[in-house]
């Protein structure tokens, strides 16, 4: 006995499998370079908000931490990481600033440890802990703003 498969050729079921298949050609692609995109909320923020010096830091280090993983040179690591640092205190000094306004500096400290978790405990293989550097750098950035 033969099956015949029946194929649905609908726009809901395309529009799916075409879902489908970006996503797995973004997941294949290499997450060191697609998971600094998640860097893009805390700019464009900063930028409505005016917060220049702090949007052109994360630029700097959206920038280099590109460049590193694409190219893997070392000139780009030490200013990754010096941009990466930067960031950190800028983000601590915002914090300052809003008085750790909760719940926004609550939300930056579940994110630290979470980003913790996946630097430390995960390794740095998969690259989830830049999705909550970001975060971190949001979260400290809103609770200044709001």
């Known amino acids: 006995m ?5 194929k649905i050729k609908t726009p809901i079921w395309e529009f799916l499998f075409f879902c489908n298949r970006l996503y797995n050609k973004i997941m294949k692609f290499n997450s060191k370079i697609w998971s600094n995109l998640f860097f893009l909320a805390p700019l464009i923020i900063s930028l409505y908000y005016s917060l220049f010096l702090y949007s052109i830091l994360v630029f700097l280090l959206f920038i280099f931490s590109f460049l590193y993983h694409i190219s893997g040179e070392k000139k780009f690591l030490m200013a990754d990481k010096i941009f990466a640092y930067l960031l950190i205190g800028s983000n601590l000094f915002l914090s300052y600033l809003s008085n750790f306004k909760e719940p926004y500096f609550l939300l930056a ?3 630290v440890i979470f980003g ?5 405990i995960k390794k740095r293989d998969d690259y989830e802990w830049h999705f909550f550097c970001s975060m971190i750098s949001l979260f400290c950035l809103l609770s200044y703003i709001l």
């Open 2 to 6: 033969v099956k015949k498969i029946i």
């Open 109 to 111: 400290i579940v994110s």
């Open 116 to 120: 913790f978790y996946f630097f430390y």
